[in-house]
């Protein structure tokens, strides 16, 4: 099989820290470049994962479900990473248990998953780039559950629009009142009314499916 130039181009941009140049030619011929649209399923409940996908551009939202249907937003993966939980289900041939969608357009490297647990051996780059994406997602669950368990509504309402201004690079965020609500698993009534109490404050401008943060 031959490599991909492009995908050893996206790799050196996107992902310094696969830095071994024998691994980066692997994944270059056993890799596939995959595009998402806005709003498109990546990985979904229940289904078999059948390749780890590495982060060129765009921004993927993780979401997990509980025994009554409703979602809760976990955290933002973005260009340079991955996800953990494809890990554990790849190696261990399990079910996904989270669920991955596209915010924006995104385009990745997917990898087959015969390769994955291989290249932990062989590569200390890879397996560097493994161990950290755990230890980060982690960190990512442990800061959820401290905003769940600690933190007022309104609070929590503030530091999700603050994430995601930081994430995208912009004030301005185009969301529904209803999305916000499912993303801190909250009533959308709720999450109106502390909204428009935020922009009484002075801290947010609100438009038609937009919030602007004027203060952070």
Known sequence: ???????????????????????QEEIAVHGKIYTFREGEVIMDYGTYIKKVSLIVSGLVKVLRRDDD???????YL????????SFTC???????????????ETLMIGIPIRY????????????????????????????????????????RLLDYLSGKANITGSR??????????????????AVSRLLKQLERAGRISLGRNRVELLTV
């Not at 790849?90 to 924006?104: F, G, I, N, V």
């Open 1 to 23: 099989m031959e490599q991909d130039p492009n995908i050893m181009a996206l790799l050196r941009q996107s992902f310094p820290q696969i830095a071994e140049k024998a691994l």
């Open 69 to 75: 249907g409703r979602e809760l937003f976990l955290y």
């Open 78 to 85: 973005e260009k340079g990473q991955t996800c953990a939980a």
């Open 90 to 104: 790849c190696m261990m041939h399990k079910k996904s248990y989270m669920k991955t969608l596209a915010e924006e």
């Open 116 to 155: 994955v647990d291989e290249w932990m051996v062989r590569y200390q780059s890879w397996k560097n780039f493994v161990m950290k994406t755990y230890d980060d997602r982690l960190l990512e669950l442990i800061r959820t559950i401290d905003k769940i368990a600690f933190m007022k509504m309104d609070q």
């Open 172 to 189: 301005i965020i185009e969301v529904t009142h209803q999305q916000i609500a499912d993303d801190i698993n909250a009533s959308r009534e």
